[in-house]
T-cell receptor
Framework: AQKITQTQPGMFVQEKEAVTLDCTYD???????LFWYKQPSSGEMIFLIY??????QNATEGRYSLNFQKARKSANLVISASQLGDSAMYFC??????????????FGQGTILTVHP | NAGVTQTPKFRVLKTGQSMTLLCAQD?????MYWYRQDPGMGLRLIHY???????AKGEVPDGYNVSRLKKQNFLLGLESAAPSQTSVYFC?????????????FGPGTRLTVL
């Protein structure tokens, strides 16, 4: 079974500062993928970034980077230079890449990020 | 290219009523999924499909049925709605099941069961 834990129900950050959203995971699959999604108040799910378990380098997508520490089973999202539009719910998710996983995602509880001007 | 669409966007049901949620994707994706989102619990998988004519149970399948008669459509049915099924329902699809291959989500359906 897979489990994703996001221990920060809410986070606050000042505009233009960096913020780290925590995510830890547990899985028995030797190969897996980790995702971050953003959900603004409008409700849609927006894909931000992906990290494969065998990727040697941490993933980056613009202002988003994923701090992947495999031994610690953590996949924290770092948002640099926060903007007001970053205020949203953020979900960490995992996909096992074993034979019977079929791409299913397991989600964490989410973290609400508020960016202050 | 509309991506993933869901019908309806909002619905209010009375306990015991039935309804069907429709998910459609125009990306020729093999894999489709239905999730529900409840406050404080993230998204949980209800049912999924790995191709036309196939469906399988996810984490929380009780009270729901699904069908995938056409590759582009994935239907979620509630035969006898209960207040515990009040939730936001998301459909998602993906081309492959592994690798750099994210799931694309629909806009969601907000369902209230009275």
């Amino acid at each position: 079974a897979q489990k994703i834990t996001q221990t920060q129900p809410g986070m606050f950050v000042q505009e233009k500062e960096a913020v780290t959203l925590d995510c830890t995971y547990d899985t028995s699959d030797p190969s897996y993928g980790l995702f971050w999604y953003k959900q603004p108040s409008s409700g849609e799910m927006i894909f931000l970034i992906y990290q494969g378990s065998y990727d040697q380098q941490n993933a980056t997508e613009g202002r988003y980077s994923l701090n992947f520490q495999k031994a610690r089973k953590s996949a924290n999202l770092v948002i640099s230079a926060s903007q007001l539009g970053d205020s949203a719910m953020y979900f960490c998710a995992m996909r096992g890449d074993g034979g019977t996983s079929y791409g299913k995602l397991t989600f964490g509880q989410g973290t609400i990020l508020t960016v202050h001007p | 290219n509309a991506g993933v669409t869901q019908t309806p966007k909002f619905r209010v049901l009375k306990t015991g009523q039935s309804m069907t949620l429709l998910c459609a994707q125009d990306m020729n994706h093999e894999y489709m999924y239905w999730y529900r989102q409840d406050p404080g619990m993230g998204l949980r998988l209800i049912h999924y499909s790995v191709g036309e004519g196939t469906t399988a149970k996810g984490e929380v399948p009780d009270g729901y049925n699904v069908s995938r008669l056409k590759k582009q459509n994935f239907l979620l049915g509630l035969e006898s709605a209960a207040p515990s099924q009040t939730s936001v329902y998301f459909c998602a699809s993906s081309y492959l099941r592994g690798g750099y291959n994210e799931q694309f989500f629909g806009p969601g359906t907000r369902l209230t069961v009275l």
